[in-house]
Structure formats: C-alpha cells, structure tokens
C-alpha cells in the first residue's frame, strides 16, 4: 500500500509540476514522507520503496526512531522547535523547517557552531495570519534573513507555510501564490549567506496546488501512510 501512494503521489507531483504557468519554476519538487505517530516498519516500507526524506515533528520521536531505523535518510524537521531542543535537533536534522524566531536562529546557530555543523533552517511564515499557527507574518520575513544572514552557522535555504485546511484546496491557491512570490522577492535581493533553494508547503490533502504554485519542497503524511493513530 505504501510504495502503491508514494508511487501514486509522486507522478501527481511530477504532473501538477509540469502545469506550472511560471517560468521561474524551481525545478524537481523533493517529497518529505512524513511520519509522525507512524511505525518505524512503516518507514522502512517507504524508504524502502524510494521514500529519501523522512519529516518528524516532534525532536524525541525522531531520536528514537533513528536510533532503531538502520537506513541512511534525510531527516526534516517540520514541528516547532522549542528553544531548549536545539541541542537534540540540530545533530541529526538536514533541514529544521519550522524556524520562526530570531531567538531560535540564535541558539540553532550555537549549537550548531558547538557540532561544527552549518544548519539549514528554513522560516515558517504564518501565511494566513492565523492565532492557531507558528511562524512569522510576512512583513518579518525580510528583517529576519537579513538577521539570518548575520549567522555563521545557520544557512536561511527558503520559506515554509502550513495553509489552513481547506475542504476544497483550490481556496489555497491565492495563499500559495502569495508565499512564491515573497520567496522569489527575497531570493532575487541576493542577501549573502542565505540560499533561497526550497519552498516547503503542501500536504496531503493540498500539495497538488502547492506544487503547480511553485513549491518544491512538500510534507506527506497521510497520503503515504493512511490516518495516524493517536
Ligand atoms: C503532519 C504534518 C504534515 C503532513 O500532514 P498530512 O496531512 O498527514 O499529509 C505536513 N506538515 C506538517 C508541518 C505537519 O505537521
């Protein structure tokens, strides 16, 4: 079941990629297969079946995870992090994706300074100003890649958002657009020491939109693995 959806999955990426109107389109779109509350067997299964990059949102369970996973895979991390995680995360993440302070960017580039270890992060931006959600307002994204930038052992790779879930993910699309174009603004000013590779949004139930709108980073949970149990 599982290589039957990422296989499914991956060619509605690949068509959805092919519509896109822009031509400033970012290349490849990187699946993360997102695996919270999912049994390391079921992990097994999609990396197994080509799955490259593993999405946790909780520091603890990744550990534990990859403590007893025994395969060589990109971890993402796509949870908030709390400021006194840092320490756990930064050694094992490739990507921390749920960076919205300059406070976490702060401890994330000492430790990562301690590890000898440049850390990509990128910024998630709160995109429909949402009370229930992380990240930043838009108007913040400049001011903190400029503060990113300031960072020795941080590398600010691009822009993250979680769209507020839509039955009809077609209400998505102007929020979408709204986030390629800050990303593509930002990557065009150059800011040294940032690279603007990956735009991180899209899940299950709204990754097709996502990606004809540019992403090319997208997080899958259910749409790999079936309802998580909690
Ligand atoms: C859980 C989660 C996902 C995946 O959600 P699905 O709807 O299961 O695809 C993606 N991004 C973030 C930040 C998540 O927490």
Redesign the pocket.
Known sequence: MIAENLQRIREEIAACAAKRRRAASPGPVKL?A?T?NHAVDAMREAIDAGAQAI?E?RVQEALGKADVLQRDVEWHL??HLQTNKAKQAVPLFQLI??VDSERLALEINRVAGRCGKVQDILLQVNIASEESKFGVFKEAALPFAQFASRLENVRLSGL?A?APHYADAEKTRPLFQEMFELFESLKAMRIPHTNFEWLSMG???D?AVAVEEGANLV???????GE?QY
């Open positions: 993360v997102v919270k999405g949102n796509i949870g994706h749920s993250m979680i899940m299950s139930n990754y997080r899958v949970g259910t749409g790999i693995f998580r």
